[in-house]
């Protein structure tokens, strides 16, 4: 399995060429499931998506898919930089169209994630990773709850 990285230009060019030709590239079949979920999931442009929402969203439109084609096809597109899985702790998996670095707010009660603006978050005296290991990237996910206080 080839495992590679896109530049942000390369994947801005990629989302705009065709579901099967983004297919081809993760070295996937271009099954009818696989090209309503590619055409499907590029179309809304920048967006954060689980597995099981766009699963919904594609019955939704009359395209029924497999949460196991989906699974595959999450994960085989984040391994070749065309979507960015988002580390989050517990059992849901998010994905986001948006692959250049950023950070997130999580808003748990509606189990959603919203970009942190660019350039707002500084990280400094980072430790050195254990010996053994390559630091690849930080993440910071900010979990978010309504304010007590409401606004008129």
């Given at each position: 399995m080839q495992h590679f990285a896109l530049s942000q230009r390369d994947t801005l060019t990629a989302k705009r060429t065709s579901a099967r030709d983004l297919l081809a590239k993760a070295?996937?079949?271009p099954t009818r499931q696989?090209?309503?979920?590619?055409?499907?999931?590029?179309?809304?442009?920048?967006?954060?998506?689980?597995?099981?929402d766009l699963r919904d969203e594609l019955v939704r439109k009359g395209a029924p898919v497999s949460m196991c084609c989906v699974y595959?096809?999450?994960r085989r597109l984040?391994?070749?930089g065309l979507i960015r899985r988002v580390p989050m702790?517990?059992?849901t998996a998010y994905f986001d169209t948006e692959t250049s670095h950023h950070h997130h707010f999580y808003v748990a009660n509606e189990d959603r994630l919203i970009n942190v603006p660019n350039g707002t978050i500084k990280i400094r005296d980072i430790p050195a990773a254990p010996e053994g290991y390559d630091l690849v990237s930080?993440?910071?996910v900010l979990r978010l709850?309504?304010?007590?206080?409401?606004?008129p």
């Open positions: 070295g996937l079949r696989r090209l309503a979920l590619a055409e499907h999931l590029f179309a809304a442009g920048g967006r954060h998506v689980s597995a099981s595959s096809s999450l984040s391994e070749i702790y517990g059992a930080i993440d910071v709850k309504p304010s007590s206080q409401q606004t």
